[in-house]
Every structure is written in C-alpha cells, then in structure tokens.
C-alpha cells in the first residue's frame, strides 16, 4: 500500500492524558499537512511542513498541540492535557511540489476524549 | 480571515437528477481543488482549477472557476448512486500555503 498511513485509527482517552498520532505520507512527498475535523464540517488546518521544517501553523492550534516532522518523513501529532474539545477526527494528508497541490488524505485518527 | 462557504448544505436528489453546488470565497483564490468525501471516508482530490474562467469535465462532473477567482461550481449529470457524499472545495489565498476548505454540500441519492 502506498498511500497516506495514519496510526492508531481511534483513540479513546480521559481528559488531561497526553496524546501522540502518527502519520507515514506517500514516500516521494514533501509536503505533510494536519487538519481536524468534526461531524458535519470541513477540514479545518493545523499546521504543514516542507520536508522537516514546519512553516506555518494555525492560530487555533493552542500551546497543548505540538507536531513534529523530524527526518522529514513521517510526522507525529501530541496532544498534551486533552480536553473533551479536542475529540475530533485527526486527518493527515501529503503532497508533492512547491505549491499548494492535490492532497493524498490519510484514513484519519478519531479521538475521543472522555 | 479567509471564509469558504458552499450551498446547498444538504441536496436531496432522485437518482438520475442533475446536481449543483456552489463555492464562494471571502478573498481572492490562487486555485480552486474540490474534495469527495465518501460517509465514513477521507476527502479524495477530485480536480484543481488554476486559472480564471476555467472549466474542465470529468465523464458527468463539470467544474467551473469563476472569473474573479472567488468562486466556483461543481455540477454533476444524471446523478448515480455512487455519487453519494460530501463535496468540499478548497483553495489557498495567493502567498498562502493554508488550504482553507468550504462548509461542505452533502448529496443523498434517491434511489
């Protein structure tokens, strides 16, 4: 298979655990985006990377969220103290190039924050 | 900041009627893509528009982008059971590397 990868596919946690998600984007991309997504809505970014750097992040994603991209690979996502806010679907998604080209979606991770 | 919206949010439709959804922007787009998303699924890229005015096709969808780059359609004849989900545009303002996606239009099929 090589398409976007994401693991776990659900996580069920208590308020105030920490949280990690990881993503595998198609090998040959160098572009790995986060989105989160809740029931009835579109994707709504978090944060990209260009290889290993993170270029721009959104002004929703609050200090408890941090993601990494650190071989310019795969990717993980912490969520720190989550809150039952933050139960969501957690899309991962690649691209190749310079601009802002189609994406390749990852199956998603669903938290579900008690 | 940016806003995306679609109408309809929801379009109920006999199988075999035409569908329409329509995508306006709040700013100014440097492309325009437009996503499916299957009940169930992950968006999967159906097409990019780049330039203004532009219309491409695929077998029974016609998109369209609009000339001032703000907005655009998605059009879909003769619908078909498979055609079922949620279709979302998307774009990234010029100099911006964010894609903002639409409110979404989500299309039943009846049979």
């Known amino acids: 298979d090589t398409g976007v990868s994401q693991d776990p596919r659900h996580k069920i946690t208590k308020r105030g655990q920490n949280v990690t998600f990881r993503c595998d984007p198609i090998?040959?991309?160098?572009?790995l985006y986060w989105y989160r997504q809740t029931l009835g809505q579109g994707p709504e970014f978090l944060t990209y990377?260009?290889?290993?750097?993170?270029?721009?992040k959104s002004r929703l994603l609050s200090d408890r969220f941090s993601a990494e991209r650190p071989k310019g690979s795969f990717s993980t996502l912490e969520i720190q103290r989550t809150e039952q806010g933050d139960s969501a679907m957690y899309l991962c998604?690649?691209?190749?190039?310079?601009?802002?080209?189609?994406?390749?979606f990852g199956p998603g991770t669903r938290l579900t924050v008690l | 900041g940016q806003q995306v919206m679609q109408i309809p949010q929801y379009q109920h439709v006999q199988e075999g009627e035409d569908f329409t959804t329509y995508c306006n922007s709040s700013?100014?787009?440097?492309?325009i893509q437009w996503y499916k998303q299957r009940p169930g699924g992950h968006p999967v890229f159906l097409i990019q528009?780049?330039?203004?005015?532009e219309v491409k096709k695929q077998k029974r969808l016609t998109f369209q982008f609009g000339e001032a780059k703000k907005n655009s359609s998605l059009h879909i004849t003769a619908t078909q059971t498979t055609d079922v989900g949620t279709y979302f545009c998307?774009?990234?303002?010029?100099?911006?590397?964010?894609?903002?996606f639409g409110t979404g239009t989500r299309l039943t099929i009846i049979p």
């Open positions: 090998s040959e991309h160098n572009r």
């Open positions: 998604a690649s691209s190749f190039g310079r601009a802002v080209n189609e994406q390749f």
């Open positions: 528009l780049v330039k203004s005015g």
């Open positions: 998307a774009g990234p303002n010029f100099g911006n590397e964010k894609l903002t």
């Open positions: 700013t100014t787009l440097s492309n």
């Open positions: 990377f260009q290889n290993e750097a993170q270029l721009e």
